[in-house]
């Protein structure tokens, strides 16, 4: 997953070009957040610190509001760690994110194919 800035836009992406549902976490630079769900690639106006979540990964954007502090998960920010994938915050600065995104991988298939239940998978 990937996020990047495209005019007075944020656009959550899947580094695959897949189409993924995501979920984004946006904040306001008061504090307040609210949460938009949709699929990849998904425009969203400009916040000052977004947190996106797909599946077990995620990402983030920007620097979160000094006032905010705890874990963001995928329904809100939490005072301790409820659930995973999150992105823990304090005092304006991103302490951690968990679990941490180790690389990713493409896969470049051409063709499906069914047999007796099983999928075939054809490259090149």
Do not use: W
Not at 40 to 50: E, G, Q, V, W
Not at 106 to 111: M, P, S, V, Y
Request: glycine share 10%; aromatic share 12%.
């Amino acid at each position: 997953m990937t996020i990047y800035r495209e005019n007075n836009y944020l656009v959550v992406d899947c580094v695959e070009k897949l189409i993924v549902r995501v979920t984004v976490v946006c904040f306001n630079g008061d504090g307040s957040h609210f949460i938009v769900e949709g699929y990849t690639p998904l425009k969203i106006n400009y916040y000052p610190f977004i947190v996106a979540f797909s599946g077990s990964s995620v990402k983030y954007h920007g620097k979160p509001p000094r006032n905010i502090s705890g874990y963001i998960t995928s329904h809100g920010t939490y005072s301790n760690p409820v659930e995973h994938p999150y992105v823990h915050v304090d005092g304006g600065l991103v302490l951690g994110v968990n679990p941490s995104e180790a690389g990713y991988f493409t896969l470049n298939i051409k063709k499906l194919i069914v047999v007796n239940e099983t999928i075939l998978m054809g490259g090149r």
